[in-house]
């Protein structure tokens, strides 16, 4: 017997080393995969992250968010959880006619597209996401989603299966956002920290197995690594990088930074990306929080015209609407239709510039 239990030993240790050298050689055949694709001619776009998650009790029919607008004081414009207050009032993100007039301002600023907050199945983010793709067909824009988190348990199969529930059930409207006609979704940070780059790797080549024709991630992480991993990469906010810098300061990092976020993805055939960001205020929902002064719109001009000169495939807005950190270009009580008018003039500047630092076509 003693025998019998040391030869099942072994026999187990031999399985348990020839499954690690079989997971890794699929890693390794997966990371070579992916190291193979690469992207030449993507057209010129300028994208805003899009936040459908504003909850007003007095609208009939509308959303139940946790997210609600509070202490609201019409008469003195403000709202003790956002830094400004919306031209439309405190409004519900489930509202169609808000929807619509958000596409028809975004259509007008140059905007060509949104990068929807999504918290998986049955969320209001995704209950709200066929009035949002309705509405942008019609202002002819593009939509994709922004994963926020993986659900349990954090894997690569788990964030696979949502990533697959969302490409069935809405990928092949016609507002959804392609490169190379294949379907877009863009990964937040906070679910590559909750599985890591091997498990985005996993998840990634599991959803390609079962997506017809393939889907293009982009990730939130501006290193090679990621570039190797994802379609193509790109950071939602730098505010952390511009808080308490001078305008003379946030240029000069902006000119040095964003060439080489447009670099690392270029060296892997991958999108680039470059998030530009009006302004940053949180400090009514967080403490101490962050702010990063709007300097009457000229930290937003600035950044822009960086971001034009260092030649990326795309430029991110941050953000459309994010009321509660203050990064919104939507128009305000405060600002008006400042920020529409200033990336409309940007964006019509960055469109009409051909492309110069192509990465070698797919093959």
């Not at 240790?13 to 079989?22: D, E, G, K, M, P």
């Not at 202490?71 to 003790?80: M, P």
């Not at 505010?239 to 003379?248: A, D, F, H, Q």
Request: charged residues 25%; glycine residues 8%.
């Amino acid at each position: 017997m003693k025998n019998f239990a040391i030869r099942a030993s072994l026999g187990l240790i031999v399985l348990a080393s020839f499954a690690s050298r079989a997971a890794a050689q699929g890693d390794s055949e997966a990371a070579a995969q992916r190291a193979a694709i690469r992207y030449g001619k993507v057209p010129r776009k300028v994208l805003a992250f899009y936040y459908p998650w504003y909850h007003n009790p007095a609208v009939p029919g509308g959303s139940k968010l946790r997210m609600s607008w509070e202490n609201v004081d019409e008469k003195a414009k403000s709202i003790s959880n956002s830094a400004h207050y919306p031209a439309l009032g405190p409004y519900d993100s489930h509202d169609p006619k808000l929807i619509a007039q958000h596409a028809a301002w975004s259509k007008k600023a140059g905007v060509d597209g949104w990068i929807v907050s999504w918290w998986g199945k049955g969320h209001e983010t995704d209950r709200v996401m066929d009035r949002i793709l309705d509405a942008c067909r019609k202002a002819a824009l593009d939509v994709t989603i922004y994963y926020e988190t993986v659900p349990a348990p954090r894997n690569g199969q788990s964030a696979a299966k949502d990533l697959l529930y969302v490409l069935d059930r809405y990928a092949k409207h016609p507002a959804w956002l392609r490169v190379d006609q294949k379907p877009v979704l863009f990964i937040y940070g906070r679910t590559i920290g909750e599985i890591g780059l091997p498990g985005w790797l996993e998840a990634i080549t599991e959803v390609n197995r079962q997506y017809p024709g393939r889907a293009v991630f982009l990730g939130d992480q501006l290193r090679a690594p990621a570039a190797r991993v994802f379609d193509g990469i790109h950071t939602y906010n730098p505010v952390g990088t511009l808080s308490g810098k001078t305008l003379e300061q946030a240029r000069a990092w902006a000119k040095k930074t964003y060439p080489g976020w447009v670099k690392t993805a270029d060296a892997q055939g991958r999108i680039s990306t470059i998030t530009v960001i009006p302004g940053y205020d949180d400090t009514k929902i967080r403490k101490p929080g962050l702010r990063a002064d709007r300097m009457d719109g000229e930290l937003y001009r600035a950044e822009w015209e960086e971001a034009i000169a260092a030649d990326p495939h795309w430029v991110l807005v941050t953000s459309w609407n994010e009321w509660y950190e203050g990064s919104e270009i939507e128009p305000s009580a405060e600002y008006g239709e400042k920020y529409l008018k200033m990336t409309a003039e940007c964006a019509a500047r960055f469109k009409s510039k051909p492309r110069t630092a192509l990465a070698k076509p797919r093959s």
